[in-house]
Every structure is written in C-alpha cells, then in structure tokens.
C-alpha cells in the first residue's frame, strides 16, 4: 500500500508545488508508481508537469465535491512513472460548498483510500492557507512535508502550521506524522538563515532534512518549460538537491552518481 506524503505550509513562494513536482519526478525515474494530487487552486504543480489547464476536464474540484471519483481525473504526464490529479481555478470554490458538509474533511481522505494501493506515493500539493481544503490533505496523509524559507517571518508561519498538525492529529487523523521541514532557496553564506536553520532544529531534532535546497537559476526556469527540473537540466544544482533530499526520504546514503571528468583539452592522433 502506498504512502500519502502532503507539502504543505500556509505561506506561499516557499518552493511547495516545485517540491511536489521534483520529489514525484525522482520517485517516478526510479519504477516508482507516483500520484500527484494538486489541491491548490493556482494549479502550479499541474502546469509543473506540462499540463494545460484549459484542457483539464475533471479536476480535484470535482473529486472534492464528490462529482467524480478520483480515477476519472488521474491524468498521466510524460514524465516516467508520474500521474496527477490536476487542480484547475474552480477548486477555489470547493471551501464554500464543503461549508455545510457534515463530512467535509473526509472528502479527499475516502477517494484516496479507493487508489491508495494502486501507487507506491500520493504526493498531495496542499494550497497555502489552513483552510478546509488543507484540513482535507493533512486528514488523507501518513505524513507532512513542510517547505519554509530560512526567514525569521517563516517561523511565526512554521508555528501556526505545528499548532493545525495538533488539532488534525487530536480530531482526525492520530497517526499523522511530519515527515521533514525543509529549507528551499537556501543561502547558507547568511548569518540569518543559518540562525533560522539552528532554531528550527531545536524545536524539531530529527526533522530538519540535511540537503537544503538552494536558490537556483534552473529551478525557477523548469516549469516555464513545463518540466521538473531533473529533466530540463539533470546536472543542476536543483536537480542534484532534490535528489538528495529524495535519498533521505528513502533512508538511502547522501551520495550523488560520480560524473565523468571531461578533459579541458583533447588532441587529435
């Protein structure tokens, strides 16, 4: 049976959906059967991966509101291993229509539960802010995902989203766990952020990843071209921290394929 790991954090610009996307590419190049579901109405991790919303027809809107079972909205990409659930901007909606739901927190959880067994990860891109659709996520996960910037702000953030992780717990979901806080756009030449990365470790020992993403010129161009950023350039920065951080996530030791040296001359016989 697979495991349902949400990103999450109620701050946007923190790197989430471009976490989701990289994180599902990786898995996916290694025989992983993968899932995405994008649960943000910006939709970023479904353009991420080459999809146009335009031709989405059933999106997570619809599984949301019980419109369509989950199966019917599964879209695969042409990235190996990786299908999505696409978000499209009527999910904005979904929080008004739940209101009056008396299940309304359950909704995702029981269309996962129908194709859980079918993928070896549901990887769920959560929207930023602690609203139902969030609630939702954190409900249908074993484990959370937090991506923050090293920023003295993203703490108070950090904090808010400790204090919902409690209450989902407590009410509906006992065996949620945080998977990992990790930092993106990292540069570890600030005092700052250094300082930031050392309070976080010690309020939460053990759960800080040990790669930290760093701000990378591919990372910011990969989804203009629809693509992870493994695929539009496998010998980035981007690429080589997201697959260290999906080592770690497999318990796996933090080494990175040797590359061949290519001399800086070549003579000719």
């Known amino acids: 049976m697979g495991k349902i790991i949400a990103v999450a954090n109620q701050k946007g610009g923190v790197g989430k959906s471009t976490t989701v996307i990289n994180i599902a590419a990786y898995f996916g190049s290694r025989d992983m059967k993968i899932l995405c579901v994008d649960a943000d109405p910006q939709g970023n991790s479904t353009t991420g991966f080459g999809i146009k919303k335009k031709s989405v027809e059933i999106s997570t809107y619809d599984i949301m509101t019980g419109k369509a079972r989950i199966q019917e909205a599964v879209i695969e990409t042409e990235f190996k291993g990786v299908s999505i659930v696409p978000a499209t901007e009527d999910l904005a909606g979904c929080e008004i229509e ?151 996530l497999l318990g796996e030791a933090l080494e990175l394929p040797k590359k061949k040296r290519r001399g800086i001359f070549t003579f000719k016989k």
């Open 98 to 248: 739940l209101a009056s739901n008396e299940n309304r927190v359950n909704r995702l959880k029981m269309q996962l539960l129908s194709c859980k067994e079918d993928y070896d990860y549901i990887i769920i891109d959560c929207p930023p802010a602690l609203g139902t659709i969030t609630i939702n996520c954190l409900v249908a996960a074993d484990s959370i995902i937090v991506p923050m910037l090293a920023e003295f702000y993203a703490l108070e953030g950090l904090s808010q989203l400790v204090n919902t992780i409690k209450i989902v717990k407590s009410n509906y979901n006992p065996s949620l766990e945080i998977e990992g806080i990790l930092f993106t756009m990292f540069d570890g030449r600030l005092n700052v952020a250094n300082d930031v990365v050392a309070e976080v470790e010690k309020y939460f020992p053990d759960k800080v990843f040990e790669t930290k993403i760093p701000r990378n010129v591919r990372i910011s161009e990969a989804p203009s071209h629809g693509k992870p950023v493994m695929y539009y350039d496998k010998t980035s920065k981007g690429a080589e921290s997201y697959e260290l951080v999906c080592h770690e």
